[in-house]
């Protein structure tokens, strides 16, 4: 296996695994109001989330020139790139808003908008773990 494979697998399973940790804190959060588990989802989030995807998106480019398939037109990488592009954007937003609601402190519904995206993130990256793991297309 090579280093931008493992580095790639590795930095995507870190992002899921926050993902589903800042979402349990944010529900939590969004359940009683409590603006530990707030802050707690979001420092998950920022530290742990955002530069795990960072890490994957930059290893899963260092891959494609390795292996050569930059120019390739495979559904399977189609899906990883069009996840990314949208998933940064719904990554920073869910983000921006847990922190908004951290300086807020009275945030109850920003921190439901931070839990929803990042619930939906987690449903879409288990789809592309799954592209990517069976390559169906």
């Known amino acids: 296996?090579?280093?931008?494979?493992?580095?790639?697998?590795?930095?995507?399973?870190v992002m899921v695994g926050a993902l589903v940790t800042a979402a349990g804190y944010l529900f939590a959060a969004r359940r009683d109001g409590s603006l530990e588990l707030t802050r707690a989802g979001f420092r998950t989030l920022l530290i742990a989330a955002l530069p795990a995807f960072i890490v994957s998106r930059i290893a899963a480019q260092w891959l494609l020139s390795e292996e050569g398939l930059e120019d390739a037109e495979l559904a399977w990488i189609d899906v990883g790139f069009i996840s990314t592009d949208v998933g940064a954007l719904a990554l920073i937003a869910a983000t921006v808003v847990a922190g908004l609601a951290v300086?807020?402190?009275?945030?109850?519904?920003?921190v439901s908008v931070a839990a929803w995206?990042?619930?939906?993130?987690?449903?879409?990256?288990?789809v592309v773990i799954w592209v990517m793991a069976t390559k169906p297309v």
């Open 103 to 110: 300086r807020r402190s009275d945030g109850v519904r920003g």
């Open 1 to 13: 296996m090579s280093l931008a494979l493992f580095m790639h697998i590795l930095a995507a399973f």
């Open 117 to 126: 995206l990042v619930a939906l993130l987690i449903v879409v990256y288990a």
